[in-house]
């Protein structure tokens, strides 16, 4: 697994942005993926998580109803799309990939059921 986020920026609060992360490994398809963000002087924290399928999804509340994650299996690509952005939402994102393929275990650990991290990508929202 090698995962290459991207699609960071900055942005008005209200806009929205589409963030990226590719996987260029053969296995994307078998990992539950995740996003996580960590803003300057506090811990990373969970965004979304999306199962194998799709199918599931899981989200943080601070971001449920304006953010959406979605992947593509054959693109080997996962997205995180975020409307309605806000200042508090500045922060470096991180894409994660998780050798498990549901949601269960992202649910009760966070990121340590995260095995694969890539770059982060840094998306700034002025107020």
């Known amino acids: 697994v090698q995962l290459q986020a991207s699609g960071g920026g900055v942005v008005q609060a209200g806009d929205s942005l589409r963030l990226s992360c590719a996987d260029s490994?053969?296995?994307?398809?078998?990992?539950?993926m995740g996003w996580f963000r960590q803003a300057p002087g506090k811990e990373r924290e969970f965004v979304a998580a999306?199962?194998?399928?799709?199918?599931?999804?899981y989200y943080a509340d601070s971001v449920k109803g304006r953010f959406t994650i979605s992947r593509d299996n054959a693109k080997s690509t996962v997205w995180l799309q975020m409307n309605s952005l806000k200042a508090e939402d500045t922060a470096v994102y991180y894409c994660?990939?998780?050798?498990?393929?549901?949601?269960?275990?992202?649910?009760?650990?966070?990121?340590?059921?995260?095995?694969?991290w890539g770059q982060g990508t840094q998306v700034t929202v002025s107020s």
């Open positions: 994660a990939a998780s050798d498990w393929s549901g949601l269960s275990l992202v649910k009760t650990q966070g990121s340590r059921s995260f095995d694969y």
């Open positions: 490994g053969r296995s994307f398809s078998s990992h539950a």
């Open positions: 999306v199962s194998w399928t799709g199918g599931d999804t």
